[in-house]
């Protein structure tokens, strides 16, 4: 009688070890590619808000055009400015109400990447006043002249700079000046856009600017006070 032979077979069912290996690599892939959605959706925020910033940029240069070549901050409310609210921090938003019809929606004046910590208007009456500075995300250049093309018309809200306590100062007027190099100055935060942010000449231009570029465009203005009101 013969024996029975019996062949062992290999299992090509994973192991537990096996499978903690296979979930660590999944693991991983699922940080990269989220990261890298991540980084995608900073950069899509930032070119939104450069295109917004142009567009509030050519409302202010046709309000200039029917006004003498100059902003609504440098005319009194008689002639159709805003001149009277320049030292009132908290009544920023006047100054963008008044181009209302150019900007169509106050969605234009908050940066995509700063909705978190602004609030949303549906128009530029009630809801708008209601919401107040709250529904801005930019600085404005108080003295920007349309004849001094490098001076700063907008940019983002987040800049820093320890000798006036910013940030932390809710709708607040800083005369930056131009005492700015490479080592002290005003710089970006980084809570709006990483690694900088965005500005508005008056030469209608936008700039993704660096804490370098910042600085350095804050001692090329024209203007030796460069004040500039927060929201």
């Not at 100054?95 to 995509?112: D, T």
């Not at 080592?183 to 508005?200: C, F, L, P, T, Y």
Request: proline content about 3%; charged content about 20%; overall charge positive.
């Amino acid at each position: 009688m013969r024996k029975a032979v019996y062949f062992r077979t290999r299992s090509t069912a994973f192991n537990i070890r096996e499978l903690m290996v296979v979930m660590v690599i999944l693991s991983i892939l699922a940080v990269i590619i989220s990261s890298r959605k991540e980084e995608a959706r900073r950069k899509s925020y930032r070119i939104a808000c450069v295109g917004q910033l142009k567009q509030m940029g050519l409302a202010f240069r046709i309000f200039a055009i029917d006004h003498g070549d100059k902003y609504p901050m440098s005319l009194s409310t008689n002639l159709g400015g805003t001149a009277e609210w320049n030292n009132s921090p908290g009544q920023l938003l006047r100054h963008f109400q008044i181009v209302s019809n150019e900007l169509s929606v106050p969605k234009v004046i908050l940066c995509p990447s700063d909705y978190n910590s602004r609030l949303e208007a549906t128009n530029f009456q009630n809801d708008y006043e209601s919401k107040g500075n709250m529904a801005i995300s930019y600085f404005l250049g108080l003295d920007a002249d349309e004849t001094k093309p490098q001076m700063i018309l907008f940019g983002d809200r987040d800049i820093v700079d320890p000798r006036f306590g910013l940030p932390g100062k809710v709708s607040s007027i800083v005369n930056l000046g131009t005492n700015h190099n490479h080592q002290v100055g005003a710089s970006w935060e980084g809570r709006i856009h990483r690694d900088g942010g965005n500005v508005a000449l008056g030469d209608g231009s936008v700039q993704q600017s660096t804490t370098f570029r910042l600085r350095e465009q804050l001692r090329n203005t024209d203007d030796t006070t460069n004040r500039l009101g927060f929201p």
